[in-house]
């Protein structure tokens, strides 16, 4: 009986830290639709890289990515040209052939057009941004 309920326990917490950490995320970091699925996320705040691709990681699970997807920057913009005010990020998780032919791979830089990683990977970024502040 108690090691069931270890078990159980175990698996609620390996569950709540990322949806913790992905929660947290996105209120510093907004995010609003720019087609199918593709979506702009607001520096705001001025956050890193691991926020970021953190907050990407959600708003492209928000949209109906799967965790192998692979989610791409396509546009970097600062807060001269955006529309927001603020530094932005256009990602998307359904890239077209023009976008695939610009993606690097080895290098997670969120400010290359290009760069790529799975949603998976993004989540885990949330987890490391936790344990950061």
């Known amino acids: ?23 947290n995320s996105s209120k510093r970091n907004p995010v609003a639709d720019a087609g199918s699925a593709t979506f702009v996320l607001v520096n705001k705040w001025g956050s890193g890289d ?6 990407a990681g959600k708003g492209a699970l928000d949209r109906g990515a799967a965790w192998k997807d692979r989610i791409y920057v396509v546009d970097v913009q600062s ?24 993606a690097k791979s080895g290098t997670s830089a969120v400010r290359e057009i290009g760069s790529n990683l799975t949603v998976n990977s993004a989540n885990r970024r949330c987890q490391r941004d936790m344990g950061a502040t």
């Open 79 to 102: 807060a001269a040209q955006s529309q927001y005010g603020a530094e932005t990020f256009t990602f998307t998780f359904r890239p077209t052939q023009e976008q695939l032919a610009q």
């Open 50 to 55: 691991q926020s970021i691709w953190c907050a």
């Open 1 to 23: 009986m108690r090691k069931e309920l270890g078990v159980l326990v175990l698996g609620l917490a390996i569950v709540a830290g990322p949806l913790a950490a992905q929660q």
